[in-house]
């Protein structure tokens, strides 16, 4: 059974930046497609960006592309989720995930999720 535990959440102004991270432990990482939903309550979860095994291939939301950036390392088992130019739309419980591919993540394990808050 993989866990994953996400950290980097909190509350920032708009404008500013936080850098969310993922560490996966329990199998091996870095054969597995790994990505960042964000949920907020009345809504169904979204597919924030996603990237694959070898970092080759990403996903992005268009509400966040030239915004955020995600990235691995495969040697630390972790996942990140840089969050730059923040909105207050942006507000959210995200969470990792962790999936055979890009398009069969959602099936996949989750984190427990962080909550990141963008004032106005």
């Known amino acids: 059974q993989v866990q994953l535990v996400e950290s980097g959440g909190g509350l920032v102004q708009a404008g500013g930046s936080l850098r969310l991270s993922c560490a996966a432990s329990?199998?091996?990482?870095?054969?597995?497609?790994m990505g960042w939903f964000r949920q907020v309550p009345g809504k169904e979860r979204e597919l924030v960006s996603a990237?694959?095994?070898?970092?080759?291939?990403?996903y992005y939301a268009d509400s966040v592309k030239g915004r955020f950036t995600i990235s691995r390392d495969n040697a630390k088992n972790t996942v990140y989720l840089q969050m730059n130019s923040l909105k207050p739309e942006d507000t959210a419980v995200y969470y990792c995930?962790?999936?055979?591919?890009?398009?069969?993540?959602?099936?996949?394990?989750w984190g427990q999720g962080t909550q990141v808050t963008v004032s106005s």
């Open positions: 995930a962790l999936g055979a591919s890009i398009a069969t993540i959602a099936q996949g394990s």
């Open positions: 329990g199998r091996t990482f870095s054969t597995y497609a």
């Open positions: 990237i694959s095994w070898s970092g080759s291939s990403t």
